[in-house]
């Protein structure tokens, strides 16, 4: 079972980058490495997923190094609207169990 | 397109009560998840089905703990008799398939309150 490994907490300021990495040395060949977001009084909600390199969307950026034991969600120019607590998924393909870590509180601040 | 469905939003009950929690997934999905995730840390799987059949239910405490999904749609969680420590938000989450690449669609939970 791979476990993943994330910061606490986080603070940053409305207009900056922010970089959330995220620890799974035991990942397996066959993973994928899913990021969520969570509001207060509400479920997760995907925010991106990646296998290796690089993946970008509309809302953020996934960089994931060559031997993929950790991953960096990247969220450009952040709003307070942002703060929430990110989750760092690794699938397990056999057993098709998902595990979701403490995750990372992300507060912005005005 | 209608979301993951939760009833009720907000339940409390004393300890040694029963109570059950109803999930209706999004259209389509054949799996469905329930989560319990406890006050400040992440959602933990208890029980995975593929349309009407249990994939994995390891870390579902079947002592107390029971869930079903009938006609392969929508599901309920069981939770008799409930301990303090059962208090917790229950998500519901549904994905097209059972591949850990499918996103999981949640919905906003149940918060159980056991007193």
């Known amino acids: 079972l791979a476990k993943t490994t994330q910061p606490i907490s986080m603070d940053s300021y409305e207009g900056q980058e922010v970089n959330i990495t995220c620890s799974h040395n035991?990942?397996?060949?066959?993973?994928?490495i899913t990021w969520y977001q969570q509001f207060p009084s509400q479920g997760p909600r995907f925010i991106i997923q990646g296998y290796k390199t690089k993946v970008t969307n509309e809302v953020a950026s996934l960089f994931i190094p060559a031997d993929r034991k950790s991953s960096t969600l990247s969220l450009p120019r952040v709003s307070l609207s942002d703060t929430a607590v990110y989750y760092c998924l690794v699938g397990e393909n056999a057993g098709n169990m998902l595990t979701f870590g403490g995750g990372t509180r992300l507060m912005v601040k005005p | 397109e209608a979301g993951v469905a939760q009833s009720p939003r907000y339940k409390i009950i004393e300890k040694r009560q029963s109570v059950a929690f109803w999930c209706n997934p999004i259209?389509?999905?054949?799996?469905l998840y329930w989560y319990q995730q406890i006050l400040g840390q992440g959602p933990k799987l208890l029980i995975q089905?593929?349309?009407?059949?249990?994939?994995?239910d390891s870390q579902l405490p079947k002592d107390r703990f029971s869930a079903e999904r009938l006609k392969g749609v929508d599901s309920t969680l069981k939770i008799q008799p409930a301990k303090l420590e059962d208090s917790a938000v229950y998500l519901c989450a549904s994905s097209s398939s059972g591949n850990p690449k499918d996103t999981q669609y949640f919905g906003p939970g149940t918060r159980l309150t056991v007193l």
């Open positions: 089905f593929q349309n009407n059949g249990v994939v994995d």
């Open positions: 035991n990942i397996a060949t066959n993973d994928y």
């Open positions: 259209s389509g999905h054949a799996t």
